[in-house]
T-cell receptor
Framework: KAGVTQTPRYLIKTRGQQVTLSCSPI?????VSWYQQTPGQGLQFLFE???????NKGNFPGRFSGRQFSNSRSEMNVSTLELGDSALYLC?????????????FGEGSRLTVL | AQSVTQLGSHVSVSEGALVLLRCNYS??????LFWYVQYPNQGLQLLLK??????LVKGINGFEAEFKKSETSFHLTKPSAHMSDAAEYFC????????????FGKGTHLIIQP
């Protein structure tokens, strides 16, 4: 069974640009969550999608958005990039409909903003 | 609001020695508690979870954790450290039931000395 796949693995952008990251969950998993990991702030919850609907949202500005498709694949978008958006963005999928916290993580997309 | 505090950003033990990683939580409701491990350049992997069943939880790779409500703690232990245990360990809390995403601690980097 394939794991959670994130693309691209590495990318470099400049301030003011926008970026789209993609996540394919484990087959059969309908919940997809996104987390931002930085040395200073650690792991922070961005949002969670279940059956194409945003179910939970963390405390991030509106520049951070996401969506989920009917095949459970998810994308997150960051507009008007800032230097502080440089981070490892982790996607995680979950099998259960109820949030059990048992997440399966991808290897992440490392974003560098110059 | 819920939060997690991990004591010690770095812990160093000798190979074969006891591993003890500390985690204290704060939650307004009975929590779901987790330990995740992150190896270099990889995503997070679930080690074990507590969901109000047995207070002593056994996980993968010989790790276990004990939930102590009176101390609001969920420390992670392993009787004998192995070189392959070197990684970043994260304690996390969730209210469960679809309430919100996981709240992670800052992480503890475990160093194994030969």
């Amino acid at each position: 069974k394939a794991g959670v796949t994130q693309t691209p693995r590495y990318l470099i952008k400049t301030r003011g640009q926008q970026v789209t990251l993609s996540c394919s969950p484990i087959s059969g998993h309908r919940s997809v969550s996104w987390y931002q990991q930085t040395p200073g702030q650690g792991l922070q919850f961005l949002f969670e999608y279940f059956s194409e609907t945003q179910r939970n949202k963390g405390n991030f500005p509106g520049r951070f958005s996401g969506r989920q498709f009917s095949n459970s694949r998810s994308e997150m978008n960051v507009s008007t990039l800032e230097l502080g958006d440089s981070a490892l963005y982790l996607c995680a999928s979950m099998a259960a409909q109820v949030n059990t916290g048992e997440l399966f993580f991808g290897e992440g997309s490392r974003l560098t903003v110059l | 609001a819920q939060s997690v505090t991990q004591l010690g950003s770095h812990v160093s033990v000798s190979e074969g020695a006891l591993v003890l990683l500390r985690c204290n939580y704060s939650s307004s409701v009975p929590p779901y508690l987790f330990w995740y491990v992150q190896y270099p350049n990889q995503g997070l992997q679930l080690l074990l979870k507590y969901t109000s069943a047995a207070t002593l939880v056994k996980g993968i790779n010989g790790f276990e954790a004990e939930f102590k409500k009176s101390e609001t703690s969920f420390h992670l232990t392993k009787p004998s450290a192995h070189m392959s245990d070197a990684a970043e360990y994260f304690c996390a809390v969730s209210k469960g039931g679809g309430a919100d995403g996981l709240t992670f601690g800052k992480g503890t980097h475990l160093i194994i000395q030969p």
